[in-house]
């Protein structure tokens, strides 16, 4: 799912691209993209753009009469821009939205589909769809303090919570946490005052960073190549690698569709996390640290 850094870039992208031009049409394809009514998606054509900002992983293009496009790309939704005259085909395209420049198509991987196009009228529209969570780039220590601490969870789940931090998702909590040097499943309410300060620069640094690759990569064109997987990764979707720090085998915990990679080394002193489903098969015999994993795996 594009996070913060990766929806801020998209949003240069396009501010570059259509920022004070007109939008000539949207054409959808399939019932299911548009999830709003009023106001109707017809009465967003003709109209200028004259802001584009993000709302948590949305993003929301203002038009002439206060009028907002908001778009959230779930997990597999991606934005291509083309100069040229684009037809709504293939399975995996979505909509088009047709400028006086060019055409934004978004399309959607996969055959679930969970992007969301929606509608939206002046800024109470667009604090309707904000989540509410602080913007982890803008608030100082003692903000960021009270937010992640504001409810009794595991970290990895307040970072990712969108009523606690606005933007970040399961890719960039694995590489904050392991920056930060925390266990993904540290409790909120028990964590010292260093282990938050730790926290908070590890944010700051890992999304500044990720931002700047992202836009450097890009290198002023339009990103076509969004992924929650990037090879300079530390931990993320890198299960079985050797951590960069200290060299450890990656790990990871999985859960429904997703999982949390982490290193045992450095972030949770030597100690496996127990994945729910492995655990559950194995009991007794499922491995505590990382000797007795290699130990098993000699057997």
């Known amino acids: ?9 998209y949003i240069e992208a396009l501010s570059a691209r259509i920022l004070d031009h007109e939008l000539r049409r949207v054409l959808v394809k399939g019932p299911f993209l548009l999830r709003s ?29 206060q009028l907002y496009l908001v778009l959230h790309l779930m997990i597999a939704g991606r934005l291509h821009w083309k100069t040229s005259s684009v037809k709504l085909g293939g399975k995996n395209a979505l909509a088009t939205f047709q400028f006086d420049n060019g055409t934004l198509l978004l399309t959607e991987a996969g055959t679930q589909r969970r992007g969301a ?48 931090f606005s933007g970040i998702g ?9 920056r930060a040097r925390l266990s993904p499943i540290a409790m909120t309410q028990k964590l010292s005052d260093e282990d938050i300060a730790r926290l908070y620069e590890a944010t700051r640094a890992s999304l500044i960073e ?3 690759r992202l836009r450097t990569q890009s290198a002023g064109e339009f990103p076509e190549k969004v992924t ?7 931990v993320h979707g890198r299960y079985g690698q050797p951590c960069p720090r200290c060299g450890s085998k990656v790990q990871r915990i999985r859960y429904a569709a997703n999982e949390t990679n982490y290193c045992a080394t450095c972030q949770t002193g030597g100690r496996l996390l127990a994945d729910r489903a492995l655990s559950r098969l194995m009991h007794e015999d499922w491995p505590a640290t990382l000797e007795e994993l290699e130990a098993m795996k000699k057997r």
């Open 228 to 234: 929650a997987f990037h090879p300079e990764m530390a």
């Open 117 to 164: 196009l929606r509608v939206v009228a002046g800024d109470e529209g667009l604090t309707s769809l904000d989540a509410g969570g602080i913007e982890p780039l803008d608030a100082d220590l003692t903000g960021f303090a009270a937010a992640l601490k504001s409810e009794n969870h595991t970290l990895k789940r307040s970072l990712t919570d969108p009523h606690i």
């Open 170 to 178: 399961n890719a960039y909590s694995d590489e904050i946490l392991h």
């Open 1 to 9: 799912m594009p996070e913060l850094p990766d929806v801020t870039v």
């Open 210 to 212: 990720w931002t700047d």
């Open 37 to 65: 009514v009023t106001p109707s998606l017809g009465e967003t054509f003709g109209r200028k753009v004259r802001a584009i900002r993000r709302i948590g992983k949305q993003i929301a293009i203002g038009l002439d009469g």
